[in-house]
């Protein structure tokens, strides 16, 4: 069975690991955050090390969901088998730095949603490619290669995009509930609008402006909330909010 050592075990590392689980893998954890490693070994069988070294050297291959602004550093103290894949998910740390604090080992950089992954459903992006990786976040959801990694680093902005959506849900089912609509029906009724019109995206093989024309009524309410949030700029802010996530992870 393959061992995959996770170090850095906060949120996302839980996320996986439950995304992870049936998929055939050994996982060990770090110690650190005891609380929550004791959870998911309680939970789901992982086992814990007695050191982020221990980690590493019980591991074939090692997922690193350390803090973004300091897991490289706790990298360079460890030392890893020449070729070992080491897969890191920390916003910002590209390959050059990655391989920089590995030594001998191979790199990739990754991104996910997080939770979505834990459902099994959430994408994941991967650069460069690599055999061992791939089946590893193909069990959280569906995988996007790339050999580019300026096209890489400006895809892993998806990660934030994908966690301001929450936000931008909770706006409109905080409208909703304003209104007077039960929590439970806003709720669903966003998600099952938001859950059809992905599968739109995904299915059918048209292109936006196409599916646009089809669902906007000329003169209709969903024109009406289209050009009163253009009229604000709501819209428009999204590039600028895109823009400035690239550059604060290095694109
Ligand atoms: N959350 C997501 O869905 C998501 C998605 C994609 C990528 N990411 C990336 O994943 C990384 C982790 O994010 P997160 O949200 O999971 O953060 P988090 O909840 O803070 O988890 C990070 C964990 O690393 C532990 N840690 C800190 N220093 C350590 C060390 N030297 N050795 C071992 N463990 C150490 C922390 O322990 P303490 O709590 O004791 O400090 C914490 O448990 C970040 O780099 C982020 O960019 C997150």
Redesign the pocket.
Known sequence: MTTIGI???????A?MVRGLQGAGYRLIL?P??AE?AARLAAEYGCEVAAD?QAVVDAADGVFV????A??AE?LARLTFRPEQPVLS???GTGLARLHSVIGPARAAVS?????ANALGIGPSILCPDDAFWRPFLAATGPVQVFEDEASFTTAATF?AFSGASFVWMAQAIGWYEEQGLPSATARALVAATLRGNAEVLLSEDRSLPEIQREVITPGGISELLVTTLTARQALQAWDEALTRVLHRIGG
Request: charged share 5%.
């Open positions: 170090l850095g075990v906060g949120g996302l590392a996320l770090s650190r955050n929550v982020n969901s350390l803090p973004a300091t897991g706790e998910a920390m916003a991104m996910m949603p997080g939770y990660g």
